[in-house]
T-cell receptor, first 111, second 115 residues
Framework: EADIYQTPRYLVIGTGKKITLECSQT?????MYWYQQDPGMELHLIHY???????EKGDLSSESTVSRIRTEHFPLTLESARPSHTSQYLC??????????FGPGTRLLVL | DAKTTQPTSMDCAEGRAANLPCNHS???????VYWYRQIHSQGPQYIIH???NNETNEMASLIITEDRKSSTLILPHATLRDTAVYYC????????????????FGSGTRLQVQP
């Protein structure tokens, strides 16, 4: 069982608000990822990190930003939420190989 | 990365084996076959992976053909909790650049286990 956590699990928020989605893992994994997934659709990578102080944008353009100050923590921030940001956000981590372990996800609804 | 082809959906009776096929005819010699699944509204879950030999773990078995152009994921005794979308992914394992690229999940196979 993978030890990767995401909070909150569900978030309903108004347009223009700043939000931070939390992701933490206790496995000491060096690589961490954020994916975005709309209902019934494919997962798309929006951010990844090789390690502390290393972040890169993924294949899908996103207005969100990330930081990696500690190995175990990879928060995602939206400075000004919009309805188009409504989606499920999934965090994952891996060590060396390609086996990625996913958190339970955060379902975001922006009104 | 090699492209994979999976059936859109499959049904399986509870207690029977579920055999999920995947075609990856353009697979390279150093690419592994990975299987993940995603149960409704949850994050994807790693199941198993292999390179050439058949693999088995507590969740499933992976059968890879000798030419490596296709594989089959076997859930030996499917339960209702195995109802999910199953993704077959082909990727190079390890290396400096592997983390840079996303896992491309595609549309997968929607497995419905019937009571």
């Amino acid at each position: 069982e993978a030890d990767i956590y995401q909070t909150p699990r569900y978030l309903v928020i108004g347009t223009g608000k700043k939000i931070t989605l939390e992701c933490s893992q206790t496995m000491g994994h060096d690589k961490m990822y954020w994916y975005q997934q709309d209902p019934g659709m494919e997962l798309h990578l929006i951010h990844y990190s090789y390690g502390v102080n290393s972040t890169e944008k993924g294949d899908l353009s996103s207005e969100s930003t990330v930081s990696r100050i500690r190995t175990e923590h990879f928060p995602l921030t939206l400075e000004s939420a919009r309805p188009s940001h409504t989606s499920q956000y999934l965090c994952a981590s891996s060590f060396m190989g390609e086996t990625q372990y996913f958190g339970p996800g955060t379902r975001l609804l922006v009104l | 990365d090699a492209k994979t082809t999976q059936p859109t959906s499959m049904d399986c009776a509870e207690g029977r084996a579920a055999n999920l096929p995947c075609n990856h005819s353009t697979i390279s010699g150093n690419e592994y076959v990975y299987w993940y699944r995603q149960i409704h509204s949850q994050g994807p879950q790693y199941i198993i992976h292999g390179l050439k030999n058949n693999e088995t773990n507590e969740m499933a078995s992976l059968i890879i053909t000798e030419d490596r152009k296709s594989s089959t994921l076997i859930l030996p005794h499917a339960t209702l909790r195995d109802t999910a979308v199953y993704y077959c992914i082909v990727r190079v394992e390890g290396g400096m650049d592997t983390g840079r690229r996303a896992l491309t999940f595609g549309s997968g196979t929607r497995l419905q286990v019937q009571p």
